[in-house]
């Protein structure tokens, strides 16, 4: 008997009895759309996650270590060029200072909202010192939206993030006037002459947003931080006196955060490398002490939770199987019952057990694949349903699933292995027919 004929044979058997036949084409199509759902939200996370972060594990941000508060921070004037000097200075990029101010001069507390949390949403100002450099290090300012433009340094300007735009678009947006409030006695105003592109603000704004961060020249925040620190009146010691910080140990000038891009892509190095750089800073300043901020230790715990996350989904793979596996053996063996005096007359004819078997096997076989293909349309129907109904990339969701020809191959070859397994105990019980009970019991 030639595999061929039997082959034929079995694709024309698969789908003769309709009830059956759908009943383990739905099984299986549940778990394949179940099964490419989760996979390519879990492409979408990953490949989210590796944009944002991947190229950052090398980056790093310096201060001076226990302040209560970033702007409280004092980092030398020649803090770059002191970092230059290191003798592992080969592996750094770009240097990028910068000047934060304190979250008090917000003053739009009451339109901005709440943060996930409860909390009330803040605004972060960062007064950068030189933008190319600012933009070799991260890459918010590297595109802006239409009619945008960068601001010019000595001037009162400023650079909003996307999401903050979108989200009060009547209050922000080019051209208009963007205040910061100092001391509760006047306000620093500023013209918005750009928005960050919704690419990049969009995404980095809105995973767990606690602030929207602000871009204005650093000759903005060394204003801001003259009048803050003036102590003419208790007023203006109000953002220093809570924390017991004494504001005339402060030069408005000083920058008070340095951000370090490296060429080191690894996170035990870049530890290694965060250490040496700490210990010839403070050899350099020893009168100083400073702490750095890494993601290193964070992608070290991503990339657990991924290795915890694909454990997961091996598992749901698991259950996927078996569930569509029982499903088919269930509708094989209805229709094996079915199908006795068939079965008995092949075998009179000449066939052979291990016939029989391939034979339903090719059957099931036949109907996982069918189950995959109406699964991966499901999954693909589902995927952007979401998509439209949650605005996905805009309005919350940082990431977007993504039906690749991995996940299109990983649901076909799982349908054909439910295709094996749920065809093998019903081929088995119908190899086992004996024609001559079969046919006299008939």
């Given at each position: 008997m030639k595999v061929g004929k039997v082959t034929k044979f079995a694709f024309k058997?698969?789908?003769?009895?309709?009830?059956?036949?759908?009943?383990a084409i739905v099984g299986i199509s549940v778990a394949i759309t179940m099964q490419v759902t989760i996979n390519s939200f879990t492409k979408g996370m990953d490949d989210t996650f590796e944009d944002i972060f991947g190229e950052l594990i090398g980056t790093f941000q310096l201060q001076e270590k226990n302040t209560p508060v970033t702007y409280a921070s004092q980092l030398p004037i020649n803090i770059t060029e002191t970092i230059m000097n290191f003798e592992n200075s080969s592996l750094i990029s770009s240097v990028a200072t910068e000047q934060n101010l304190p979250a008090t001069v917000n003053n739009y507390t009451d339109i901005l909202g709440e943060t996930t949390f409860g909390t009330p949403m803040g605004i972060n100002v960062r007064g950068i010192e030189n933008i190319e450099l600012f933009s070799?290090?991260?890459?918010?300012?590297?595109?802006?939206?239409?009619?945008?433009?960068?601001?010019?340094?000595?001037?009162?300007?400023?650079?909003?993030?996307?999401?903050?735009?979108?989200?009060?678009s009547e209050v922000f947006d080019i051209g208009k006037t963007f205040s910061l409030m100092i001391n509760s006695s006047y306000t620093y105003d500023l013209e918005i002459v750009g928005i960050t592109s919704a690419a990049v603000g969009g995404i980095m704004q809105s995973i767990m947003v606690m602030g929207y961060d602000v871009y204005v020249p650093i000759n903005v925040t060394n204003a801001v931080l003259f009048e803050l620190l003036r102590n003419?009146?208790?007023?203006?010691?109000?953002?220093?006196?809570?924390?017991?910080?004494?504001?005339?140990?402060?030069?408005?000038?000083?920058?008070?955060?340095?951000?370090?891009?490296?060429?080191?892509?690894?996170?035990?190095?870049?530890?290694?490398?965060?250490?040496e750089l700490t210990a010839y800073l403070e050899e350099?300043?020893?009168?100083?002490?400073?702490?750095?901020?890494?993601?290193?230790?964070?992608?070290?715990?991503?990339?657990?939770?991924?290795?915890?996350?694909?454990?997961?989904?091996?598992?749901?793979?698991?259950?996927?199987?078996?569930?569509?596996s029982m499903g088919v053996i269930i509708a094989q063996l209805v229709g094996v019952e079915g199908r006795s005096k068939e079965f008995a007359?092949?075998?009179?004819?000449?066939?052979?057990?291990?016939?029989?078997?391939?034979?339903?096997?090719?059957?099931?076989?036949?109907?996982?694949v069918v189950g995959a293909i109406v699964g991966i349309i499901l999954s693909w129907l589902s995927i952007k349903g979401l998509e439209s109904a949650m605005s996905f990339g805009d309005a919350g969701m940082p990431f977007s699933p993504v039906i690749t020809f991995g996940i299109v191959l990983t649901a076909v070859g799982t349908a054909m292995g439910i295709g094996i397994l749920g065809g093998l105990y019903p081929g088995i019980k119908a190899s086992s027919v004996k024609p001559m009970e079969v046919l006299q019991g008939s």
């Open positions: 058997n698969a789908f003769r009895r309709k009830i059956v036949s759908i009943l070799e290090v991260y890459s918010e300012l590297e595109e802006l939206t239409n009619e945008s433009r960068q601001f010019e340094y000595n001037a009162d300007e400023c650079i909003i993030p996307y999401a903050l735009y979108n989200n009060n003419d009146t208790m007023n203006h010691m109000f953002h220093y006196t809570p924390f017991g910080l004494d504001p005339n140990q402060f030069g408005e000038k000083n920058p008070n955060v340095a951000a370090i891009r490296t060429t080191i892509d690894n996170s035990e190095e870049i530890g290694i490398f965060i250490g350099q300043y020893p009168e100083m002490e400073f702490s750095t901020l890494s993601l290193a230790s964070a992608l070290s715990a991503m990339d657990d939770m991924m290795e915890t996350q694909t454990i997961v989904i091996g598992i749901v793979a698991i259950v996927v199987i078996i569930a569509g007359i092949l075998k009179a004819t000449g066939w052979k057990e291990g016939h029989i078997i391939y034979s339903v096997i090719i059957e099931s076989i036949t109907l996982g």
